[in-house]
Structures are given as C-alpha cells and as structure tokens.
C-alpha cells in the first residue's frame, strides 16, 4: 500500500465514523437516481434489483465508507472509492444537491458546512480524491 492510499484509507475512516455519529447516508440520493432511471430509461426488473443492492449499501452510510477505506487499504481502490461514494450520498453531488436545496430554503450559512455531517462528507470526498491506483 501507497502511502498515498494508506492516508486515503484513514481519511475514509474518520469520514465514516462522523457520517456514522451525524446519521448521513447515501439512500436518498440513490433513490432519487433510480426514479430518474426507471422515468426516463428502462423500468425492467434487472434494473430494479441492481438499486436494490445499491440503497442497501448506500443506507448503512458510515459503515459503508470505512467499508471503502479499508479496501483501500488493501488496494482494491475502485470498489473502496465506488463504496464510499455509495455511503456518502455520492460525495460532492450531494453536498452540492443539499447546499442548493438549504439556498432555495433561506438556511444556507457558514455554520452548514461546520457541521459533523457535512465535514463526514467533505472528508469523504477528499479520500476518493487522495486514493490512486498503483
């Protein structure tokens, strides 16, 4: 293991612990993915059972990201990376997703990305992006 990933492994840790504590998950964003999917392309069951697997996955939020930080520790980078995104919510997406809906609301301020679920997110981010692989 790279130092590079060894950090990005202990990243994902702590942002799975703080996704853990704050109760983020990435199910809500999936679901919203797989209603877009099933509306605009395909409404088959193959498809139906694929957003099953991925909500699962995506509901045990925290878990899921130190899930993804330790395969990356043990150099499997794009499932670790693909988990993370999973238990995050799809990182950046949906911080940007939850920022735009707080603006529309009026109750969007500095003290937003302060707290812990918000930092679990940015962490995760920042471990998807400091992971490489060898």
Known sequence: MT???RKAMFIA??????LFIAGING????????EFVNDHFA????VQYIFVVLIFI???GG???????????KDKVGTGKFLI?????????GLIFSSYVAYIEGNL?????????????????AARFVAKKE
Request: neutral net charge.
């Open 43 to 46: 409404d088959n069951i193959i």
């Open 3 to 5: 130092a590079r990933n």
């Open 109 to 125: 301020t500095i003290g937003s990305f302060c707290s812990v679920g918000a930092i679990g997110i940015i962490l995760s981010i």
């Open 63 to 73: 878990i899921s990201v130190i899930a993804g930080g330790l395969l990356i520790g």
């Open 85 to 93: 995104a999973l238990g995050a919510g799809i990182g950046l997406i």
């Open 13 to 18: 840790i702590i942002a799975g612990i703080l």
């Open 27 to 34: 199910a809500a964003a999936w679901e919203t993915i797989k």
């Open 58 to 60: 995506a509901s045990l």
